[in-house]
């Protein structure tokens, strides 16, 4: 069951009908290369409110919240906090005049002190110098507070990655906030730290203080908020008091309605080409929790083979663990082609025939580079002849595959940095197709990628089935895998919740899945 704290309804209804707004956005507008990701947004927050703001990845949730925090700049539209214009130039202005920002990756400093990480920019000083028994003092007070035991003195990187992201959120907590936006603040969280945050939360709002309130788990959102708004395609599609709203409704407006997906041709799939039984995902920070429990799969070739799951329920660990690129522990069997092998790093991912598509873009690409240096950058070997590389055969094989692909570019000496999002998953495409990588993992491939680049794309894996490779795309974007895959094994707390046919694929069957609903 989730947790739950009751809210205070009178308290609700009166800071609600004052009509006073902690913060007021009109008309906000922030573009990207390539993408429009908050499009003519406007939203209020009461004071004493908890808003919910849900949506599914690429909604524009997150590109809206760091806004509020001053990460991002060159937006157009207006933003006023208590009625004053507000329009912050980095995160350290936006805490300074009452907006505190807890992101979602745990970002410390490991081997400074609980209390320097919590008071970082912001020390203690006596006669010019660091006052540390303040310091600690302060930090102490926090803590105790929010009820962790936990030494300030201590190093943050002794602490396991649930009590730092506690640490992070207490940090903000303690702050003078009038808005607090809390970005997936419970996924590293067991269920009673997560009801003692709401029970914070709550305390907060009886203070007067506004929470934005960012999460993919139903349940937690109908448990502690007033409001719900959800967002689609960088805009706001509904706004309901949380008590006078199903689950239902909330499901079908974050999935928007009914979509045709993309036919794939009937296909049976080939001989298994990868195959994983009992992997298991430790997380670096923490080798005693477990990203992956244990898990095992297959996929054959002429297959898409999806792995669903919301944010930290275990799908992208166990994709780039197979592959080789997870920085933490993992155990388990792997086999491809029938055959048992031993991945430990993305070297041997691709001598073994295996590609990887990552999940940003820049870590993957040299964006400094050509498209032609990136197209050829797994296949510089079979290129080479006698300690010499063979350019134009390297060019006409880059050629080769731009055509294919349609990738829009100058040409094959245009900086990869240059072309919009869509044509840069290309690229990566063209790169393991000149390489012919018979196995590819993409995760969350269209991530950041306009509608018009997204259907290109996903023809393109439609193709690459037909030609009998093996496809794996760990998403936690549902629409994306709806589309194209034969299968969907779904995850949720690093486990294995169920499986889907494509007959049975629909955005909102795995979102109820995923989200136990």
Request: net charge negative; proline share 4%; charged share 25%.
């Given at each position: ?36 990701a ?52 980095s995160v350290?202005?936006?805490?300074a005049?009452g ?5 979602q ?11 320097e990480?919590?008071?970082l ?5 006596r ?23 936990v ?20 940090r ?51 448990a ?11 805009r ?27 036919a ?45 799951g919301?944010?930290?329920a ?12 997870w ?27 295996m ?20 197209a050829?950058?797994a ?16 060019q006409?094989r ?41 196995i ?14 997204r ?21 936690t ?11 969907v ?29």
């Open positions: 069951m989730p947790a739950s704290v009751a809210p205070d309804s009178q308290d609700v209804a009166r800071v609600l009908a004052s009509g006073a707004a902690v913060v007021s956005a009109r008309g906000i507008t922030k573009e990207f290369p390539g993408v429009v908050v499009d003519n947004l406007s939203l209020s927050i009461a004071p004493g409110e908890i808003l919910a703001l849900l949506g599914q990845n690429g909604a524009g949730k997150s590109t809206f919240i760091q806004i509020l925090a001053g990460v991002h700049r060159g937006y157009r539209g207006e933003i006023a906090l208590d009625g004053k214009p507000y329009q912050p130039a350290a202005e936006a805490e005049a907006v505190a920002l807890v992101p990756e745990v970002n410390v400093a490991p081997d400074l002190t609980v209390a990480n919590m008071y920019n912001a020390e203690p000083t006669f010019g110098f660091l006052d540390r028994p303040l310091l600690l003092a302060r930090a102490r007070r926090v803590l105790e507070g929010f009820g962790l035991a030494d300030p003195a201590a190093a943050m990187g002794s602490l396991d990655l649930s009590t730092q992201q506690l640490v992070i959120i207490a903000a907590l303690s702050k003078n906030a009038r808005l607090l936006i809390l970005d997936e603040p419970t996924a590293a969280l067991t269920e009673a730290e997560a009801r003692r945050l709401f029970e914070r939360m709550r305390t907060l709002t009886r203070r007067g203080v506004a929470i934005v309130f960012v999460t993919h788990r139903l349940p937690e959102v109908f502690v908020s007033d409001r719900i708004v959800i967002m689609r395609d960088g706001i599609c509904g706004s309901y008091a949380t008590t006078e709203v199903s689950r239902d409704t909330v499901v079908a407006q974050m999935v928007g309605g009914v979509r045709t997906p993309i794939l041709g009937e296909q049976k799939p080939g001989a298994v080409a990868l195959e994983a039984k009992d992997l298991t995902v430790a997380d670096p920070a923490d080798p005693t929790r477990l990203r992956v429990d244990r898990v095992s799969l297959q996929a054959a070739h002429g297959e898409i083979l999806g792995l669903f919301l944010l930290g275990g799908c992208i660990e166990a994709a780039l663990a197979l592959y080789g690129a920085p933490g522990k993992v155990s388990g069997r792997i086999a491809l082609d029938g055959r048992d092998v031993t991945i430990a790093n993305p070297t041997m991912a691709v001598a073994h025939g590609g990887l598509m990552a999940q940003d873009r820049r870590d993957c690409l040299l964006l400094e580079h050509t498209v032609l240096d990136n050829l950058l296949s510089l070997g079979a290129i080479t002849h006698r300690g010499f590389l063979d350019v134009g055969a390297g006409r880059a050629q080769e595959f731009v055509r294919l692909l349609d990738i829009k570019t100058p040409s094959i000496e245009t900086l990869v940095g240059t072309l919009s999002g869509g044509n840069q998953q290309k690229v990566q495409v063209a790169r393991w197709l000149i390489a012919d990588a018979r590819l993992i993409l995760i969350d491939p269209t991530r950041g990628v306009d509608v018009g680049a259907a290109e794309i996903k023809r393109v894996w439609s193709d690459l089935r037909a030609d009998g490779r093996a496809i794996v795309i760990a998403s974007d549902a629409e994306e895998l709806v589309d194209v895959c034969d299968r094994l779904v995850f949720r707390r690093g486990a294995i919740a169920g499986e889907l046919l494509r007959a049975d694929l629909s955005e909102e069957t795995l979102l109820r899945m995923a989200t136990d609903v």
